[in-house]
């Protein structure tokens, strides 16, 4: 079974803070995207990533960077935290063009 | 632009009332059909992949078949722990893209 992992279940951060929310895949995918799910929106898509160190812009990037230096592993960073991220973050990996598997979830709350 | 439609919003249905959640999608060349489970506080738990029109794939209670313009999620003699949201994706249009587009999903609650 495919295993995604995200770092935290729960983090409370201020705002101007810089935040790092860490996933780690157990199953060699090559692609790795980094989504935020809120009421009403359903998931979005901030940054995906298909290869060690390669990164692509997903529909809601401003705010959020990435960092990708292992395979298995996918960082996003929200470079100076504000109210409106607070929100659900959900990585997921894939192999090639299969489904995506997803990992708990990361609930953020930024006072 | 690709587009992914689900209907209903929410359905709430008595236990062992069977009815059918629907995906209807508009993509160049579909590469691809994917339905998801969705528990509160949970990431999305994949279920099934369709890839060609009349395929079917069975779980359980849960039966997904695809045509040409839309997929089916048959839900045979719910439990309430089949409640849940119920997500589907497809692949974006283009060559090697691996990006997927989802549906907002349908929630599904099941009365005892």
């Known amino acids: 079974d495919v295993k995604v992992t995200q770092s935290s279940r729960y983090l409370v951060k201020r705002t101007g803070e810089k935040v790092f929310l860490e996933c780690v895949q157990d199953m060699d995918h090559e692609n790795m995207f980094w989504y935020r799910q809120d009421p009403g929106l359903g998931l979005r898509l901030i940054y995906f990533?298909?290869?060690?160190?390669?990164?692509e812009k997903g529909d809601i990037p401003e705010g959020y960077s990435v960092s990708r230096e292992k395979k298995e592993r996918f960082s996003l960073i929200l470079e100076s935290a504000s109210t409106n991220q607070t929100s659900m973050y959900l990585c997921?990996?894939?192999?090639?063009?299969?489904?995506?598997?997803f990992g708990d979830g990361t609930r953020l709350s930024i006072l | 632009e690709d587009q992914v439609t689900q209907s209903p919003e929410a359905l709430r249905l008595q236990e062992g009332e069977s009815s059918s959640l629907n995906c209807s999608y508009t993509v160049s060349g579909l590469r691809g059909l994917f339905w998801y489970r969705q528990d509160p506080g949970k990431g999305p738990e994949f279920l099934f992949t369709l890839y060609s029109a009349g395929e079917e794939k069975e779980k359980e209670r849960l039966k997904a078949t695809l045509t040409k313009k839309e997929s089916f999620l048959h839900i045979t003699a719910p439990k309430p722990e089949d409640s849940a949201t119920y997500l589907c994706a497809v692949p974006i249009s283009g060559a090697g893209s691996y990006q997927l587009t989802f549906g907002k999903g349908t929630k599904l609650s099941v009365i005892p």
């Open positions: 997921a990996s894939s192999l090639s063009a299969g489904p995506q598997h």
């Open positions: 990533s298909y290869d060690v160190k390669m990164k």
